[in-house]
């Protein structure tokens, strides 16, 4: 994991996907400023209070996860007011799922074959922008 700093922004990887976490984590490594903090855990249940006790600024999640014996694990994750903004994953042959993510909250969609660098610090960046407003409304 990378170094702790205080103007890191707090990157939450919800993955299972050893493959996945290895890359976020060399992508955001070697992204310029901001630096990036990324905390990990390989399940959803309890991700939305873990992302709050950690002071994550932004939630990436593969939605790989989204399983049939709990559709709902991933909506959980954005349902709280508390919840920082979600990212997700997914494959490009997912594209339902992605898109349904949208539709219940996520602020945005990454296809797991395109990530790179700059795509991924810019659309978490992004994404912590678009949120910005729709918290402050919350306070």
Avoid: K
Wanted: proline fraction near 7%; hydrophobic fraction near 45%.
């Amino acid at each position: 994991m990378m170094p702790l700093s205080s103007d890191a922004v707090q990157v939450l990887l919800v993955a299972e996907d050893a493959e996945i976490v290895r890359t976020v984590e060399s992508l955001l490594s070697g992204a310029d400023q901001p630096a990036y903090q990324l905390h990990h855990i390989p399940r959803p249940t309890g991700a939305c209070q873990i992302g709050v006790h950690c002071s994550a600024d932004v939630i990436l999640v593969d939605l790989a996860l989204a399983t049939p014996s709990d559709p709902d694990a991933l909506r959980r994750l954005w349902a709280s007011e508390a919840t920082p903004p979600v990212v997700v994953l997914a494959d490009h042959e997912d594209n339902v799922h992605g898109f349904q993510a949208i539709q219940q909250g996520a602020q945005d969609l990454i296809c797991r074959h395109d990530l790179s660098a700059p795509l991924l610090t810019r659309t978490l960046h992004l994404a912590m922008e678009r949120h910005r407003p729709q918290a402050a409304l919350l306070l």
